[in-house]
């Protein structure tokens, strides 16, 4: 049986398990789905299982430094982008390498992280409401629409989000009423379902404030944060006339994030991120 080495980190509560790219791991689809279980997977840090595994492989030779990153999510698919997953990339590789500015190679693009005393700052590429961006089953955007029930608004912010306004998140039942949504036959790739509540802001605040939770397509359950989510909040927001303004706090469960949709070049997400533990994974052969 091998044995590959992890490290453990949350950004605000959405946690991974970090492994390098180079471990002798032959099926990632099976180690994630075994070691992110939170049921019966790895027991470290302070929940068991994970929210993914992040595969990293770091160039320090590159001028700024480069992570290519592949997130298995825990039913084994691989995701576009992932806004936690990135700031925690970012900070495994200033813990390597000393180096505080990396580009982030992901599926949907790169993405600059800069790692900061106050947290991980990563740029989330342009929101878009394409039905091909999206991507939807359709020619036309969908904006203040039921979908199952839920008027969602669908953005892609590096993976497709369905964006709720709802009074009161801790009012629905989120686990009951997503998955129909998450799998409806407009979103041919799935989406990830995302509710958001107007607060008021407090007083450090820049801009607006919501509150967030986000039920997560490839883990098919609620997260502590969600990233993308996050920066779909905000987006959504603004598309459908809810502020103008181009600066958010977004608080998930897990924490609060600070997000930027400028009307034209790339939001911006940031936050803190922990490094929660580290250990060996058994690789089934
Ligand atoms: N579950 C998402 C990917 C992870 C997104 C989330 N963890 C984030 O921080 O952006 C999907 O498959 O679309």
């Not at 959405?14 to 471990?23: E, G, I, K, P």
């Not at 160039?59 to 992570?67: H, K, T």
């Not at 799935?190 to 939770?213: P, S, W």
Request: charged fraction near 30%; charge should be negative; glycine fraction near 10%.
């Amino acid at each position: 049986m091998t044995a590959v080495e992890f490290v453990k980190y949350h950004g605000t509560g959405n946690d991974f398990l970090v492994v390098d790219a180079s471990a002798p791991v032959p099926d990632r689809e099976a180690f994630a789905v075994a070691h992110c279980d939170r049921e019966t997977g790895v027991e470290a840090g302070e929940r068991r299982g994970a929210d993914g595994v992040l595969f990293l492989d770091l160039d320090v030779d590159a001028d700024p430094a480069r992570v290519e990153m592949t997130l298995v999510q825990p039913d084994g698919s691989i995701a576009e982008m992932c806004g936690n997953g990135a700031r925690c990339v970012a900070s495994w590789a200033a813990e390597r390498s000393g180096a505080t500015e990396f580009v982030v190679e992901t599926p949907a693009g790169d993405r600059r992280a800069v790692v900061r005393d106050d947290g991980v700052q990563v740029e989330m590429g342009r929101p878009s409401f394409a039905p091909a961006d999206v991507p939807l089953a359709r020619e036309e955007p969908l904006v203040e629409e039921s979908v199952e029930g839920l008027t969602v608004t669908a953005v892609n912010t590096g993976v497709p989000h369905a964006v709720a306004f709802v009074d009161d998140v801790d009012a629905v039942d989120l686990p009951a009423i997503a998955p129909a949504v998450r799998h409806a036959d407009v979103f041919p790739e799935g989406a990830n379902v995302t509710l958001a509540e107007a607060v008021d802001a407090e007083e450090d605040d820049k801009g607006v404030r919501y509150r967030q939770r986000t039920f997560e397509r490839g883990v098919e359950d609620e997260t502590r944060a969600c990233g993308t989510g996050a920066v779909a909040v905000l987006a959504a927001a603004r598309r459908t006339g809810r502020t103008d303004g181009e600066s958010a706090v977004v608080s998930p469960p897990g924490g609060d994030l600070r997000v930027t949709v400028p009307d034209d070049g790339s939001a911006t997400l940031a936050g803190p991120t922990e490094r929660e533990a580290s250990g060996t994974l058994e690789v089934e052969p």
